[in-house]
């Protein structure tokens, strides 16, 4: 099939920062995209050849945008699934399957297919609500401290919580949710796999993530990550081992934990570009949103590996701070060398709102850790 400047049409469920990012390799190749967002404000409505406003969990509203394209993928997990399921069987190529999806879409349903297919993580409980996790502690079958997460719709942090003692219980939805062990760690990993419809499959390096400690939201994404060499070469045969399992087409984002026993856990997947992946986009020969599109077109994937060393930054909205955003002393850090930031195009912030990435790349990783500290310490994401 002619994908480049020809009547084919790709759908993207979801306008996001990361349908804003696929969309300039759209424009690269000039092929025609259609976005489906719920928000009229949406990052990606400028750039793509035509924006639809509607429920991404609205059954109808997904078929109908489904029936205008070619091909359709998403940004976002969160999609109505029984619509896509629908297109599919009236043969529209959907990637990543509606299949795949329901086993990710759902955090317990994915945590038990890592048991069932083997896949070290760490050990859990389902619980239909909050209720009924407080049922178990009262049974001494739950024991404090845990991590909770909510089942659905959790993102950026949302929906995860460090649970030490019944005070933390108090705000907690009543939601369908999991109880995971605490893991003791040393390293938060992830690896960015990419597979093609035709089943050709690469692996970006092993990437080491800084989290905030408050906001439970990635600082930094150090590519690549400083561990052992068996220890990453670990952490991608477990990779590859879940992308297997999972049959996925496009990209996966598989991330982990490194015990301090040097031990391999998957925390989550993400079946699509991934906050892990962005500085493939200055630091690698292809980036993550360019391979994406390669495998879901069932094109020859690019090459993963990096040019320099690549750090990437997240731009979050300051604590004490909601309404028009202004990116204070942007102009300082663009004047040093090597740094480059990705502005998402979200005219309002609040505090913790993800709202672009700064990308640092050099030869030397230390040099670029340094930089990346500069950036983090300089640009600040205020509101007027």
């Not at 489904?66 to 976002?76: C, N, P, Q, Y």
């Not at 050990?123 to 996790?133: E, S």
């Not at 997240?314 to 663009?334: D, P, R, T, W």
């Amino acid at each position: 099939m002619n994908y480049f400047s020809s009547n084919f049409k790709l759908g993207i469920l979801g306008g996001g920062q990361l349908g804003k990012m696929l969309l300039n390799e759209t424009r690269k190749f000039d092929i025609q995209t259609l976005v489906l967002d719920p928000s009229e404000e949406a990052p990606a409505r400028f750039s793509c050849n035509a924006f639809f406003v509607g429920s991404l969990m609205d059954f109808e509203t997904v078929y109908q945008f489904g029936k205008m394209v070619d091909l359709l993928t998403i940004e976002i997990e969160n999609v109505n699934l029984d619509a896509l399921v629908k297109l599919e069987e009236e043969g529209l190529s959907v990637y990543p399957s509606p299949k795949t999806l329901r086993l990710i879409q759902n955090k317990g349903k994915q945590k038990d297919f890592y048991v069932q297919n083997n896949i070290p993580t760490s050990t859990h409980q389902r619980f239909l609500d909050v209720t009924d996790l407080k049922k178990a502690i009262e049974k001494s079958e739950l024991e404090f401290p845990f991590v909770w997460k909510c089942a659905q719709f959790g993102y950026d942090g949302n929906g995860v919580k460090i649970v030490r003692s019944g005070v933390d219980l108090v705000y907690l939805p009543e939601v369908e949710c999991i109880a995971e062990a605490m893991v003791p760690f040393k390293n938060e990993l992830a690896v960015i796999v990419v597979r093609s419809v035709s089943g050709e499959v690469k692996t970006y390096p092993v990437v080491e993530m800084e989290f905030h400690p408050e906001a439970n939201q990635v600082e930094y994404v150090i590519c690549p990550a400083r561990i052992d060499k068996k220890v990453a070469e670990k952490a991608t045969e477990i990779a590859l081992q879940v992308s297997k399992a999972f049959h996925h087409i496009g990209l996966l984002a598989v991330e982990m934990f490194q015990t301090e026993n040097d031990e391999i856990l998957v925390n989550e997947v993400a079946p699509r570009p991934h906050n892990s992946g962005h500085y493939s986009i200055e630091g690698s020969y292809t980036s993550q949103f360019e391979n994406h599109l390669r495998a879901i077109l069932n094109l020859p994937l690019g090459n993963c590996d990096s040019k320099v060393a690549g750090i990437m930054v997240n731009l979050v909205g300051e604590e004490g701070f909601s309404g028009q955003v202004v990116y204070e002393n942007i102009e300082k850090i663009m004047a040093i060398h090597g740094v480059t930031p990705h502005i998402y195009g979200k005219r309002e912030t609040r505090p913790f709102r993800k709202m672009g990435h700064v990308t640092i790349v050099n030869e030397d990783m230390k040099a670029a850790r340094k930089i990346a500290e500069e950036v983090k310490n300089s640009i600040r994401v205020i509101s007027i």
